[in-house]
RNA sequence: UGAGAUCCUUGCUUUUGCGAAGAUUUGGAGGAAAGUCCGAACACCAUAGUGCAACAUAAUGGUUAAUGGCCAUCGGUCGUGAGAUCAGGAAAAGUGCAACAGAAAGAAUGUACAGGUCAUGCUGUAGUGAAACCAGGUAAACUCUAUGUGGUGCAAUGUCAUGUAUACCAAUGUUUGCUUGUCCGCCGUUUGUAUUUAACAGAUGGUGGCAGGCGGGAGGGCGGCACGCUCGAUUGUUGGAGGGUAGGCAGCUAAAGUGUGCUGGUAACAGUACGCUCAGAUAAAUGAUAAGGGCCAUGCCAAGGCGUGGUACAGAAUUCGGCUUAUAGAUUUACUUAUUUA
RNA sequence: GGCUCCAUAGUUCAAGGGAUAGAAUAAAAGUUUCCUAAACUUUAGAUUCAGGUUCGAAUCCUGAUGGAGUCA
């Protein structure tokens, strides 16, 4: 099972994020909020996934990192389970919508829903 | 009150290190990394000169790459004291300001009482006020004196690749005067050759062009302003629409570095010997979880165990030296005061 | 990350160093009306915080806090 997060699946091209941001479709889980776009890249992964948290909420940068290293983890220790070898390519944006902190568990529990929300919105027949 | 300090261990995972992958090993946030308040390094832009303005600092000596920082001393203020704190030059260059109260607030003198004189605020006291004649107060009012200051900041700057356009449209302003010429064109008059007309050559006048000179010139530049200098019709200003903005590399981390000891100095600090290498990311790493141990508070049993809770402020972004602010707990030393005891 | 600016009633703005800090609007109470609105009367309400200079500070100076803007 592979938990590793590389550089080379971090979203880091500005262009790329602008064009997610500008076309992207998004799926909610309090409160974490999912961003993707389907797109194609060079670098042999399937998906890119960058984490964000808004600095309104949280003005502390201590704070707003601790946040961002939960995802990360939670995303890290989760994303084997839901994806596999699909041909498509994807960029992701998670962001932490909510206003108060939480602990691992529950961000990790909420990452679970997320994801499986992201992939019942897939399977549906696009209209 | 001052100095000083800022929890630890293990396995798993992440990140970094080489062209890539795997394994192993090694390293990985701070005393404030924060605020951006001072001072520098470094880089780019500007820079003929003069004057003015603006800003900063302000006892004396030292320290440092430098400072408005720091150290020592003198003086003022506060405190019983150990100590703390101070933008701490000039009011005898000039201008201004002083509500209320008070006769009067810098211009001069008035009331009551007492004293004194030939006579008079001539002297004292009272009364108002922060201040009442004293070369008064106020310069964190203008000012003066002394000293200093070009600007912008690593999103600086360079470079690779890609692309390329002092382009386009509209409005508006300006596009001028005199003079010179072995120069050129056009028109007229006249002379000669010729004479049927035409044509050719010369002289002269007018007009236009070109070139040069002198002046004028909207406006631009010299990045606070003026003088001054300079550019100036191949143009100035304003608006519209459009292009560009991605990315890689360098700058980037071994340095005014840091630990311990010794020497000099009251000290800040300096010198020296031996050792150490201690983050360089860029939608931005330094984390999650579990177990154990420190430390603090507390409860139970009862004398070393068990349980519960707490363990701060806070996260590098070019780099240093200071200042300021936030901060749980632990430790050491010196001194002061109060109480108690002797 | 660097740089620049701002802060006065709930809101929008005033106020030459002289303290009772003003105006509009919003709020509350009352008058008027069968009721509401409008109108009228009255009331309460603030200098972001901490120091300093000064006889006296919203104003001058220093520091902090909060907010806004800007960079190619």
Redesign the pocket.
Known sequence: MD????????????????KL?SEGNSVVAYPLRLVYLQTSFEDPVQIKT???VSKRNF?????R??I???M???Y??NKSRYFNNSPEQYAF?ILYIGKTQT???TI?KKMNTLMAAFLKQQSLPKP
């Not at 938990?3 to 602008?18: G, M, P, T």
């Not at 003005?59 to 704070?63: F, L, Q, R, W, Y």
Request: net charge positive; no cysteine; charged share 40%.
């Open positions: 938990q590793s997060y590389k550089k080379i699946e971090k979203l880091k091209s500005q262009k790329l994020i602008e941001f960058g984490v964000s003005k502390k940068a201590v704070h990192n601790r961002k290293r939960l990360r983890e939670a890290r220790l944006m602990d691992f568990e990790s």
